[in-house]
């Protein structure tokens, strides 16, 4: 029997399968980046090796298929998906023709440059991961797949650890250590940061709410909620 060739999924199938696990403020931008691919999105068992895969069209398969670990937590899933479609990009580019490059070479990472900076530029992404990406991008020398800045920005928004808690937890007027040893005490909640103010000092940051942190002192608000 003859098998029928795989369709090559459309933008909004491709979209279904990681809307979920998108930051909802990038899922525009994935959206048009994906529309300019042939590419199957697919999300994958957690994997300890790797976050995410590419493999190029080939053996029947007319579209590039890419995976992501389901666990992911948003800003490493838009991450690892985008780093994905910049060697899908990259193939179509230099393979397609013929020429050889390095997987994670500078074509590669023209390709990834090109792909996250409209993404930083909307400011859209919490401070800590908007910082280490445009560090990223600054450096292109620097930059590989275990860019060590960006991996602990993102680690950040892990599921929560015994003893942290994400700042949109809090009550109000909780006092809570950063990663970086700064006290703050909670204050009002924005849209997605939350109002902080310094101790000592009052100063106003504004963080984002799923930065996880050390609660000083009694401040859970009994929602247990995680994301
Ligand atoms: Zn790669």
């Not at 908007?130 to 590989?144: I, V």
Request: aromatic share 6%.
């Amino acid at each position: 029997m003859q098998r029928s060739p795989r369709l090559r999924p459309t933008t909004a199938v491709n979209l279904a399968v990681c809307r979920s696990r998108l930051p909802p403020e990038a899922v525009d931008y994935v959206a048009e980046v994906l529309a300019q691919q042939p590419v199957e999105v697919r999300l994958s068992r957690p994997r300890r090796t790797r976050l995410g895969d590419h493999r190029s069209p080939g053996q029947g398969v007319l579209f590039h298929r890419i995976t992501v670990n389901e666990d992911l937590n948003p800003y490493a899933f838009l991450t690892t998906l985008l780093h994905e479609v910049a060697h899908a990009v990259t193939w179509e580019r230099h393979r397609r023709i013929g020429r050889r490059i390095a997987p994670h070479g500078r074509e590669w990472k023209d390709e990834f440059g090109n792909i996250l900076r409209p993404v930083v530029a909307a400011k859209i992404l919490p401070a800590v991961v908007e910082a280490a990406l445009a560090r990223y991008l600054e450096n292109p020398a620097a930059r590989s797949c275990s860019d060590r800045g960006l991996v602990l920005a993102l680690a950040e928004f892990d599921d929560q650890p015994a003893g942290r808690m994400r700042v949109e937890d809090l009550t109000e007027n909780a006092v809570f250590r950063a990663a970086n040893g700064t006290v703050f005490r909670a204050g009002p909640m924005m849209r997605s940061r939350r109002r902080c103010f310094r101790i000592p000092g009052g100063c106003e940051y504004r963080v984002h709410g799923l930065l996880l942190v050390e609660p000083v002192s009694a401040a859970v608000r009994g929602r247990g909620r995680r994301i």
